[in-house]
DNA sequence: CACGCTGTTGTGAGCGCTAACAATCAAGCT
DNA sequence: AGCTTGATTGTTAGCGCTCACAACAGCGTG
């Protein structure tokens, strides 16, 4: 029961050769830019193709050539600034390429999910993944699934045999920190996301590595989950210390692993009376569209989702068309973005 | 040159049936459910197709049964948070429906980048496509374009004779109002989206209907483009208003269309040295995930995004399998989210 | 015991396309 | 003229699958 309306089939390459009056092969050599067509016969069968409303159908042809030229993308948490941005600039990449791009989307990236998103993905004869996979589990699970294609992750880290396509974080994290200590701060505390994502600890570990640098000890990592209400959480606790000038490290200035924590952070000083950037300054990561307007305006790290993209789909499609380079992994520079929440002790 | 490293062949049904010892077409028989199958017979297949790690070559399967049983999704701004959320939501419904989704991302949809974009979707053979085309202008372009597959809108208003999915923008924007008017404030101030937008019309339509049906004369309507500045840039002329108090309507309630732009006017405000909601009330739209953390938390109207994705996808397969209701138009309802940005003035 | 029925399996055709090869013709060379 | 060459076109054979139909068993019925 239920059946498309129009029984009327679309026409065939046979019809469209027909109408031209050559062969269904000419047709065939015409779409495909053959050379060695004569430019008379060419314009024939464009014009019946025009006239008839062909379009080659896309099963047939991948039924023959094995190439179904469809890439998947696998993602977690697509309704997030980051991985949206990547999408798209995959997205766009991928159609450049001539590649159809095909998503799912998972709430949260369980080992069964991830495995059900291949397998679908599989189905309909994909070429390639690109996964968007920023938990180590995530990563981990991807790599045990031996996926009977490429697989190339987007912020996946590189401890792992899956090639891959990541921001720099540590780089962003060592910008955002020095920059901290350079308008004058003894010590910089910092919020960090949860515990299994890759870019949580790529950013601590720059954050930490620059402060051991500089001989300073870095004091306790508070942690938070993304969201502004962890950062609130994190933010109240900064500002009890701020205030109580106990313990050993005061707080003058905190890195907070993205944007959206940083909120909340800022939040939670105000709420405490603190001043940002006069008392405490903050400084966030990602760069998200809001961060302009934050109160105040938020110093973070920029990222080149479209670079991300493209990359990653550059890297994808040399390993499905043979020229691959093992388990690479491509490092995009991250772009301090100054703003008034680390705006120097002197100018405030 | 350049072709996939394996050269081996993946497994056919044929393969199978002689793994099995049975014909393809039992093979294809147990695939795809059939009931007459004696039991050992199915579970012999089944083992074989486990052995040689079968998987049914998607492409051939289209090519006979005429159907690719994959949708497409078109696109605009897919890195704002409500089309990344029924991008989600989209996605979830089609895998259930045992739909892969092919999505197209447009940056700015003029008409040629839309046109693009079916022909690149029908160049696959999706089954039929969902357009988040917010703009009237991308509807109207849309609806012109009489793609060979049906289309079904999202939030793209019920004007034309496209079947679609929206939020109920004018009950949502009146949600809003009214609530402004129960607080006690006399008139509302509107910060609108921009003018071809069609959820900016219908929040704008909401919001004027329930001045004029409480009697109240609708003040001069501001205008932004969704970005947090342009909402700073109108907040600072309404900061100017509330402190000349100059001109009839003085400024005590804002509804402003979008979450990012009352972020611009909240700050612009305050900058003014104005107090919210002691002095000016200040209400969003779209309720994203930043809106509790704002500088006071924002009302805002919150959108079931999932629901909208699901049932877009749902009127999409109706017409695709020829139960198809004409151009029909479904609304999902808002829900208003009340927050400190429009505390009521006795409780401030 | 012939007949029809139902359940189970197999056979053949063909979906619309590309790849490989064959055929044809004009031109260029010896 | 006879031969090679290259450009242009046509012919044929599948790609891997589902559909329609045929074949055959086992069973009950008149």
Aim: proline share 6%; aromatic share 4%; glycine share 10%.
């Amino acid at each position: 029961m239920a059946h498309p309306a129009e029984d009327v089939r679309p026409p065939t390459m046979a019809d469209v050769a027909r109408e031209a009056g050559v062969s269904h092969q000419t047709v065939s050599r015409v779409l495909s830019g053959h050379p060695n067509v004569r430019a008379v016969t060419r314009e024939q069968v464009t014009l019946a193709i025009e006239r008839l409303g062909y379009r080659r159908n896309s099963a047939a042809r991948a039924l023959v050539t094995r190439r179904t030229r469809t890439l998947g993308v696998i993602a977690v948490n697509t309704a997030l600034y980051g991985p949206a941005s990547t999408l798209t600039g995959l997205e766009e990449a991928a159609r450049e390429e001539g590649y159809l791009v095909s998503t799912v989307s998972l709430r949260t990236g369980g080992g069964q999910g991830l495995k059900d998103a291949i397998d679908h993905l599989a189905a309909w004869g994909v070429e390639g993944v690109v996964a968007i996979t920023p938990q180590r589990s995530h990563v981990q699970a991807l790599a045990e699934l031996d996926a009977p294609f490429p697989v190339v992750t987007v912020e996946g880290g590189h401890q792992l045999d899956l090639p891959g396509v990541s921001l720099d974080q540590e780089l962003g994290a060592r910008m955002v920190t020095e920059h901290l200590l350079a308008a004058g701060h003894g010590n910089v505390w910092h919020v960090a996301g949860p515990d299994d994502w890759l870019e949580s600890e790529a950013r601590t570990a720059g954050w930490r590595a620059v402060l051991e640098e500089s001989g300073i000890r870095p004091p306790r990592v508070l942690t938070g989950d993304w969201s502004p209400l962890s950062g609130y959480r994190a933010g109240q606790e900064l500002a009890g210390l701020a205030l109580a000038r106990r313990g050993a490290t005061p707080v003058t200035a905190v890195f907070v692993a993205n944007d959206q924590m940083a909120l909340g952070v800022l939040r939670a000083l105000r709420e405490g009376g603190i001043r940002t950037p006069a008392q405490v300054a903050v400084a966030g990561f990602d760069d998200i569209p809001e961060a302009e307007f934050f109160p105040p305006p938020l110093t973070t790290v920029r990222q080149d989702f479209a670079a991300i993209g493209r990359r990653s789909i550059g890297l994808l499609v040399d390993h499905i068309e043979g020229r691959a380079r093992k388990a690479e992994h491509l490092l995009v520079e991250p772009q301090l973005i100054m703003r008034a929440s680390t705006r120097p002790l002197n100018e405030a």
